[in-house]
């Protein structure tokens, strides 16, 4: 359904984002980009396409442990699979930008007699252990699971570009948010939350809630109407933001 040319909303749901990452949040992303990446996949055939890091920062180190399917054709022994394991946590660990700690597939068993013992499978992922997750907890429009900040519950695989807010209201929210920095350079630190009305045009949210933290230094008062172009400016462009997500040229997970 359109109106005035401008898709309905079709659900009562809300979208959000932030912007700039935390230290964590970019390390997270960096690293995963090293395990996603054509010189480590070159290097270790054996690293399989079904991948989880989770970052911690402890007093100011940053660790990751990591879940990554191996692909049994490539690994000849489970001595060559711990083989194979230490190799990439050395591989990683000299390759990132700051000292950081990585562990692979902790609940492996360094006896293990046979692969029930480590994380070994055919195709590469854990589907075939019945672990889809198509949509699940991990798609996340900038990449990340971020428990410590506002985030939606919604899905955006799977949904249109036009009318699913799942979709739709994710997206804007992040790209809000680095508008929002990017424009406004007093603020260090933006959250954006877009909640949507079931039926009403996708352009006109039932509520825009704005979460900014200013720089070091920045005088008060600040005129918070300076905030109002940024997002209406964001929400007109909406339907050139569909064409972006419809043609592929925005990642949703």
């Not at 940053?62 to 001595?79: K, Q």
């Not at 877009?194 to 900014?212: K, N, Q």
């Not at 920045?218 to 905030?227: G, S, T």
Request: proline fraction near 5%; aromatic fraction near 4%.
């Amino acid at each position: 359904m359109v109106h005035a040319g401008i898709p309905l909303a079709n659900d009562t749901s809300f979208g959000a984002g932030h912007a700039p990452c935390s230290r964590l949040e970019q390390a997270v992303l960096d690293f995963s980009s090293l395990l996603r990446g054509g010189e480590f996949r070159r290097a270790f055939p054996a690293a399989g396409d079904d991948l989880k890091v989770m970052g911690r920062r402890i007093d100011g180190e940053i660790g990751m442990t990591v879940a990554l399917a191996f692909v049994d054709r490539e690994v000849r022994s489970v001595d060559d699979y711990f083989a194979l394991k230490a190799a990439m946590e050395s591989w990683l660990t000299a390759r990132l930008a700051e000292p950081c700690s990585v562990r692979i597939n902790t609940l492996d068993a360094r006896d293990a007699g046979d692969e029930s013992g480590i994380y070994l499978t055919v195709t590469g992922t854990s589907a075939e252990h019945a672990d889809d997750g198509q949509v699940g907890r991990g798609n996340r429009v900038n990449g990340l699971i971020t428990p410590s900040r506002t985030m939606s519950l919604e899905a955006a695989a799977g949904k249109n570009p036009v009318s699913h807010v799942g979709k739709l209201y994710n997206v804007l929210a992040l790209e809000m948010a680095r508008a929002l920095r990017v424009n406004i350079p007093e603020l260090c630190e933006v959250s954006v939350q877009l909640l949507s009305a079931i039926g009403e045009p996708v352009d006109r949210p039932l509520l825009v809630g704005l979460g900014c933290c200013l720089e070091e230094g920045v005088a008060l008062p600040f005129d918070e109407r300076r905030l109002l172009p940024v997002v209406q400016a964001r929400l007109a462009e909406l339907p050139v933001l569909s064409m972006r997500l419809a043609r592929g040229e925005l990642r949703v997970f």
